[in-house]
């Protein structure tokens, strides 16, 4: 549940950034109907309905994401918080292992670290393993991200980050 929080949050961070985006080239109207012509499918568009895949995800994926998800995380939530609530004496004390105050708390560190931890793994270069031969296959160029300077293929050497590149560390894997 909380992951699929971290999950939401970003798809409708993207979606707003792309409207943004348009509204300021003048694309997009501004206001509330603007962002779900513009920002809620954009996710969708970008990511999901690439071409590459089999099924194609319609405008119901857009209301499950940016209306439903929403709603049913309130739901859930608040309900297993009253339940604690109701059932735990002294719910409110953090040293309470069944208390709601000890679950905020944990939540809260967690979401700390991942905030925290996010700004550092953006910076660090991803390697993906190419094999021979794969062709066109392997260009990523137009896929999002593609232009990424930090994204390269097994072997590459990124600006900043020579110390980390030397032959001892790199692993040949072979798929059978």
């Known amino acids: 549940m909380f992951s699929g929080l971290f999950i939401a949050y970003t798809i409708w961070q993207f979606g707003f950034k792309i409207w943004r985006e348009k509204v300021e080239a003048g694309e997009a109207e501004r206001g509330p109907m603007g962002f779900i012509k513009h920002g809620t499918p954009a996710f969708r568009d970008e990511f999901i309905n690439t071409g590459d895949n089999d099924l194609w995800i319609g405008r119901w994926w857009d209301f499950l994401m940016f209306i439903a998800f929403p709603v049913?995380?309130?739901?859930?939530?608040?309900?297993?918080?009253?339940?604690?609530?109701?059932?735990?004496?002294?719910?409110?004390?953090?040293?309470?292992?069944?208390?709601?105050?000890?679950?905020?708390?944990?939540?809260?560190?967690?979401?700390?670290?991942?905030?925290?931890?996010?700004?550092?793994?953006?910076?660090?270069?991803?390697?993906?393993?190419?094999?021979?031969?794969?062709?066109?296959?392997?260009?990523?160029?137009?896929?999002?991200?593609?232009?990424?300077?930090?994204?390269?293929?097994?072997?590459?050497?990124?600006?900043?980050?020579?110390?980390?590149?030397?032959?001892?560390?790199?692993?040949?894997?072979?798929?059978s």
């Not at 309900?79 to 735990?88: A, E, M, N, V, Y």
């Not at 004496?89 to 679950?103: E, L, M, Q, R």
């Not at 809260?108 to 031969?133: C, H, K, M, Q």
């Not at 300077?149 to 032959?167: M, N, P, Q, R, T």
């Open 72 to 175: 049913l995380f309130t739901v859930l939530i608040v309900s297993f918080l009253q339940r604690h609530d109701c059932k735990t004496p002294d719910v409110w004390n953090p040293s309470n292992p069944k208390g709601i105050t000890i679950i905020l708390l944990f939540w809260g560190v967690v979401a700390t670290v991942f905030i925290f931890f996010n700004n550092v793994l953006v910076s660090r270069p991803l390697y993906r393993n190419v094999p021979e031969g794969a062709g066109a296959g392997a260009d990523i160029s137009m896929l999002p991200g593609g232009d990424d300077e930090l994204i390269g293929v097994v072997g590459d050497v990124f600006e900043g980050w020579e110390h980390h590149a030397s032959s001892e560390d790199l692993m040949d894997a072979e798929l």
